[in-house]
């Protein structure tokens, strides 16, 4: 076969043909999967069952019935419906509150990074790739062998990732129907392609936001971080893990017992003993996220009623066991916590 440059490319064939298809599964129907459910030993009303299963696939509910299985694929005794669907629920409800928490934060995060950037280099500084110095930069060889690549491939230069950075903010801009961005673009749309910064990051991704924060000077990121009484790295390790915890809850994913590959950093033990204060918090649990965002929240809005909400849905579904969300049973009279 050619590429789109007319190279002839041996190696490229129809993937469907030069990989063996070898997943055999069959789609089973809603009574099928029931059956299935309740022949591995779940206990359940059948109708009820396909009636859950019409609303959640069958692979999202097995992931709440995964604690309970065995090694023969049966669930243990006395592992019903209910127990399961009550777990989903509070899952659900977990990931509610989660985003209330994490929505305060980034907003407060994405307005502390901009204003000290704005005020040391104006709301178009962001235009100038040297005003964000710490975008990753290849060397000059590297560079030209990624763009000779792109060329065999009938490709164009490659971008930077300043300049793949800057592209998606135009394009954010363009997708955007907000009354703010049709009034700039009214009055000073043929002066200006791109918004100021206090408004372009109104509309960034979290993806935007946090490439935004890998990238500005150091004295820009101190100043963000020591708002909220952080040192800098922690404020980078900490967004990371938040957006990352995020994009799972904005994806409905489960959380609640969840190995999580983003985690953030602990705060010094020197200067912060109570975050290693025993017993300690999972460090790839949910459990450490939860104590990140109370946290975090008492800097953002210290009258925030989250922590009352959030012992209200543990106080409602007190089964849920605590050691698989990285939650010591002492977790609510930890000094984080109280």
Not at 175 to 185: I, N, P, Q, S
């Amino acid at each position: 076969m050619r590429n789109s440059a007319g190279f002839f490319c041996p190696h490229i064939t129809n993937l469907a043909q030069r990989v063996p298809m070898i997943y055999a599964k069959k789609a089973l129907t809603l009574e099928q999967q029931a059956d299935l459910l309740l022949a591995r030993g779940l206990v359940a009303d059948r109708d009820e069952l396909i009636q859950r299963l019409k609303v959640v696939n069958y692979y999202r509910l097995s992931g709440y019935l995964h604690p309970f299985r065995q090694p023969d694929d049966s669930y243990l005794p006395g592992t019903t419906l209910e127990t399961v669907w009550r777990r989903y629920n509070f899952d659900r409800r977990l990931r509610i509150l989660l985003l209330d928490a994490i929505e305060r934060i980034e907003v407060a995060v994405r307005t502390r990074l901009v204003y000290h950037f704005v005020q040391a280099h104006g709301p178009f500084g962001y235009l100038d790739e040297r005003k964000l110095p710490r975008f990753t930069r290849r060397t000059w060889s590297n560079q030209a062998w990624r763009n000779l690549k792109a060329l065999v491939k009938g490709k164009g230069l490659e971008k930077t990732d300043y300049e793949l950075w800057l592209s998606k903010l135009r394009n954010e801009k363009n997708r955007a129907g907000d009354a703010f961005v049709k009034h700039f673009e009214k009055n000073y749309g043929d002066k200006h392609e791109h918004l100021p910064l206090w408004m372009a990051c109104e509309l960034m991704t979290c993806e935007t936001l946090l490439q935004f924060a890998n990238a500005v000077e150091p004295s820009v990121l101190t100043a963000a971080a020591a708002d909220f009484g952080f040192p800098d790295e922690l404020l980078r390790s900490w967004m990371k893990a938040i957006f990352s915890l995020r994009n799972a809850c904005a994806h409905h994913a489960r959380v609640w017992n969840r190995t999580f590959g983003t985690t953030p950093a602990l705060p010094g033990k020197n200067k912060h003993p109570l975050w290693h204060r025993q017993p300690t918090f999972g460090l790839k649990k949910i459990g450490l996220m939860l104590t990140v965002c109370h946290h975090w929240l008492g800097k953002v809005s210290p009258t925030s009623q989250w922590k009352r909400r959030l012992w209200a849905l543990f106080d409602e579904y007190p089964e849920i066991p605590l050691a698989e969300m990285g939650l010591p049973d002492s977790w609510r009279t930890h000094p984080l916590w109280v």
